[in-house]
Structures are given as structure tokens and as C-alpha cells.
């Protein structure tokens, strides 16, 4: 029964000292036999040998602590469903928050002109495309194997071609004047690296997690390629806020607010490129 096949995997995974066990092993479970999580318990189906040997081996890769996300193949993002892989950073809700400003901004511009610095999966790209229809967006990546995944979600998205894809680093190889550039740059320290959870270390590419002043240098790269009121919007790792909203008033940014992720943490920062 799907119930005590849960109750088993939540068992094995707490042992291990996986993080959420419980709804782990809901997720995995109804991976395998093909139902939402809210069937679970009311479903009085059985579990076949055949559905127990492929959720042995879903289980041992999280016993691994390889992220949930990329045993799934897929993660959801806002409207979106992504393919994602160790080719680029997992879509994370503080990065939702993101897309929310690049809206809130882009919704009073019939077709804007959008540059997305460090694409990794396309999840900024792709959904800001994917809600504001007359957007049209340039998105960078020093990655050729992020882009290729980035490729791979651009077909299953839909967007009419309204998101061009570009290898490079950081601003070389974009031409402007753009109404926003958006960038979700790698801000992990070094030192701060070693204390993240495996499922960060072992699995995520390490160039698109560990970064100091990325952020700053993009703030002020930015300003060869925004028009006149362009804005400027950048996520930030907690307790970094302060001091990159301060960096973006000093090149010249005005209007610089801070806002927070789900959590109540600052995580986003963003500005008007006054153009002077």
C-alpha cells in the first residue's frame, strides 16, 4: 500500500539524517507510481515488485544526498515546469521574487528589452517571457553546459522565440540599450561554502554558487547597457543587501530598494540607472 511504502522511505531517509524526510518520501513515492501527493493516502492500490526496485533506487540517489529536484528531472518554477540537472543551480523560490520586481517593472512597457546575466536552467529568462508576452530577452551564460539545459527548457516553454541565448562573460557580448538587466549571480563565499548542505556541495556546479562582488561588478557593467531609467535588478545572498544597495548608489543608481524573500530575508536589490 502507498501509505506504508512512505512510512518505510520517510524511515530510511530520516535514518540518514535527510533533511524533510517526510514529504521526501510523499514526493518520491508518488513519483513512481504516478499519482499526486494527495492521493497517496487514499489510494488502495499496490505497489508493484517492479514500482519498489525503481523507488529502491530513487531512494539509495537521496540517501546520497543528491537533490530531490534532480532525481525528479524536473522542478517547478512560478508557471513553469523545468528539466534540471547538475548542469546548472536548481530554481529556488527566493529567485521567484526576482521575476515578481523584473514584472512589477516591465508591466507598464508594451516590449521591453530584457538582459539576463548567468541564465543557468532559463528560469528567470523563460518566465519572465513566459508572463509579460511582448517581452523579448537576452540571456548570458559563461556556461556552454547551463546553456544547453537552458536550450532544452527554451522548447518546452513556448515563448515564440522571444528569448535569445548567448555564451560570454557577464556583458561582452550583448549590444544595448536594454529597458532591464537581471542577474541572479553566484554570491556564496568561500567560507560559506564549506558549511552548505551536501546536496549544494556535492551535486550543484560550484561556479554558479561561489562568488565574491559579482553582484557589483554587474551593477556596474550594467550601466554601458541600460537606457536611461532602465532598472537594474539583482538577488543577493542573506545579510548582503545593505552593502549592495550601497554599491549600486555610488555608480549612480537611484531609486535602490531592497525587498524580501519568502523567508523575511532581504534577497533582492534594485535600481534606476540614472544616466549620468
Known amino acids: 500500500m502507498p501509505l506504508e511504502t512512505v512510512h518505510g522511505v520517510e524511515g530510511r531517509l530520516r535514518a540518514a539524517g535527510v533533511p524533510s524526510p ?4 510523499e514526493i518520491l513515492v508518488a513519483d513512481v507510481l504516478g499519482l499526486a501527493r494527495s492521493e ?3 489510494s488502495g492500490r499496490s505497489v508493484s515488485a517492479f514500482e519498489t526496485e525503481q523507488l ?7 540517501l546520497r544526498r543528491e537533490p530531490l529536484a534532480y532525481i525528479l528531472g524536473e522542478w517547478g518554477f512560478r508557471r513553469l515546469l523545468l528539466k534540471v540537472d547538475d548542469r546548472a543551480l536548481i530554481p529556488r523560490p527566493e ?3 526576482v521575476v515578481e520586481r ?4 516591465l508591466g507598464e512597457l508594451a516590449e521591453p528589452r530584457v538582459l539576463d546575466l548567468g541564465v543557468g536552467s532559463g528560469a528567470i529568462a523563460l518566465a519572465i517571457a513566459d508572463e509579460h508576452e511582448g517581452a523579448h530577452v537576452v540571456a548570458v551564460d559563461s556556461s556552454e553546459q547551463a546553456l ?3 536550450r532544452e527548457n527554451q522548447a518546452r516553454a513556448g515563448v515564440n522565440g522571444r528569448v535569445r541565448l548567448v555564451q560570454g562573460d557577464l556583458l561582452t557580448e550583448v549590444d544595448g540599450p536594454f529597458d532591464l538587466v537581471v542577474s541572479n549571480p553566484p554570491y556564496v563565499t568561500p567560507e560559506e561554502y564549506e558549511t552548505l548542505q551536501p546536496e549544494i556541495r556535492l551535486y550543484e556546479p560550484h561556479e554558479a554558487v561561489v562568488g565574491v562582488g559579482v553582484g557589483t561588478q554587474v551593477a556596474a557593467e550594467a550601466r554601458a547597457l541600460l537606457r536611461p531609467g532602465g532598472r537594474l535588478v539583482l538577488e543577493c545572498g542573506d545579510g548582503q543587501a545593505a552593502v549592495l544597495a550601497e554599491a549600486l548608489r555610488c555608480p549612480g543608481y537611484a531609486e535602490v530598494v531592497e525587498t524580501k524573500d519568502l523567508a523575511g530575508r532581504d534577497r533582492v536589490v534594485e535600481g534606476t540607472w540614472n544616466g549620468s
Not at 22 to 25: C, F, I, L, N, T
Not at 102 to 105: E, H, N, S, T, V
Open 102 to 105: 523584473c514584472l512589477a517593472f
Open 22 to 25: 517526510r514529504v521526501d518520501a
Open 40 to 42: 497517496l493516502y487514499s
Open 56 to 62: 529502491d533506487e530513487l531512494v539509495g540517489r537521496r
Open 95 to 97: 529567485t521567484e521574487v
Open 148 to 150: 544547453s539545459l537552458a
